[in-house]
């Protein structure tokens, strides 16, 4: 069974505190991804990574930035946390060759207060 | 600029009867289709999937289709369950020469509430 897993569940960070969000996948996929979700706006894609070492800005990577030194993990850090990155954040993982569905982790619930 | 659109923010329908949410995109070179269920304060899972070169996919109670020219898919569910109720996302990605794809552009997503 595959699995996307992300460490916390909710997380609440002080303004201007460095928050890094971490995600494991299990299924030995290049491909892996953070969405954050905001209601009335659906996913929106902050950074993928199609290998390790490896980074791509998605639509809205500001403020945000990732780390891939394994395989498996994928982490999105947070230089400076802000009342406007608080959101559901979404890991996923998929495939790296042709279409296939992206396998997502339960969220992270974060509040910047 | 939104390159999937899900025009319906919500949708109610009689249990038994047939769901369809729609889903529009811009961007022609999207050759990769799918919709996602998701409940509150769980990520989201993958429901089905059409690729670009077929017009219609079937996975039990639930039915993709694609119209190209219209650049319109929609998803069918029938008979509709109380467990259906859910947020409902259309996505969209396209593969690149070396056979690589980018990540999903997802709609804002459609709210289906199921009555009993």
């Known amino acids: 069974d595959v699995k996307v897993t992300q460490s916390s569940r909710y997380l609440v960070k002080r303004t201007g505190e460095k928050v890094f969000l971490e995600c494991v996948q299990d299924?030995?996929?290049?491909?892996m991804f953070w969405y954050r979700q905001d209601p009335g706006l659906g996913l929106r894609l902050i950074y993928f990574?199609?290998?390790?070492?490896m980074k791509e800005k998605g639509d809205i990577p500001e403020g945000y930035s990732v780390s891939r030194e394994k395989k498996e993990r994928f982490s999105l850090i947070l230089e400076s946390a802000s009342t406007n990155q608080t959101s559901m954040y979404l890991c996923?993982?998929?495939w790296g060759q042709g279409n296939t569905e992206a396998f997502f982790g339960q969220g992270t619930r974060l509040t910047v207060v | 600029d939104q390159q999937v659109k899900q025009n319906s923010p919500s949708l109610s329908v009689q249990e038994g009867r047939i769901s369809i949410l729609n889903c529009d995109y811009t961007?022609?070179?999207?050759?990769?289709f799918l919709w996602y269920k998701k409940y509150p304060a769980e990520g989201p899972t993958f429901l089905i999937s059409?690729?670009?070169?077929?017009d219609k996919n079937e996975d039990g109670r639930f039915t993709v289709f694609l119209n190209k020219s219209a650049k319109h898919l929609s998803l069918h569910i029938v008979p509709s369950q109380p467990g259906d109720s859910a947020v409902y996302f259309c996505?969209?990605?396209?593969?690149?020469?070396?056979?690589?794809?980018?990540?999903?552009?997802f709609g804002k997503g459609t709210h289906l509430i199921i009555q009993p």
């Open positions: 996923a993982s998929s």
């Open positions: 961007n022609s070179m999207f050759d990769y």
């Open positions: 059409i690729s670009s070169i077929k």
């Open positions: 996505a969209a990605s396209r593969t690149y020469s070396g056979g690589g794809a980018d990540g999903l552009t």
């Open positions: 299924m030995d996929h290049e491909n």
């Open positions: 990574s199609y290998d390790v070492k």
